[in-house]
């Protein structure tokens, strides 16, 4: 079983920033990708930015030249700097990892538990 542990969401003003951390535990063969997504009220759930193991980087269009998502390898961590926030980034931002928990399994996805954002205007 993998767990993945969120941390570093709150409340910003518009134009601050915030720095959220997901850590990769448990039975973990091989890290294929790791990402956050978010939903807010009434939305669906959106790609926010994704990482590769191969250091590719995916981010959503709204939030291009604003967020930097990087990774740790050595301790199965990915980060994301959220800079210059805008009252449209509110939202519960959970993170996501496509883990191969042994060298025989098939890859399967992993989600935390979310953890909220919230900028003020």
């Known amino acids: 079983q993998v767990q993945l542990v969120e941390s570093g969401g709150g409340l910003v003003q518009a134009g601050g920033s915030l720095r959220l951390s997901c850590a990769a535990s448990?039975?973990?063969?091989?890290?294929?990708?790791m990402g956050w997504y978010r939903q807010a009220p009434g939305k669906q759930r959106e790609l926010v930015a994704r990482i590769d193991s191969y250091d590719t980087t995916k981010y959503a269009d709204s939030v291009k030249g604003r967020f930097t998502i990087s990774r740790d390898n050595a301790k199965n961590t990915i980060y994301l700097q959220m800079n210059n926030l805008k009252p449209e980034d509110t939202a519960v931002y959970s993170c996501?990892?496509?883990?191969?928990?042994?060298?025989?399994?098939?890859?399967?996805?992993?989600w935390g538990q979310g953890t909220q954002v919230t900028v003020s205007s």
């Open positions: 996501n990892a496509n883990v191969e928990p042994t060298r025989w399994s098939i890859a399967h996805d992993y």
């Open positions: 448990g039975t973990i063969f091989n890290i294929l990708a």
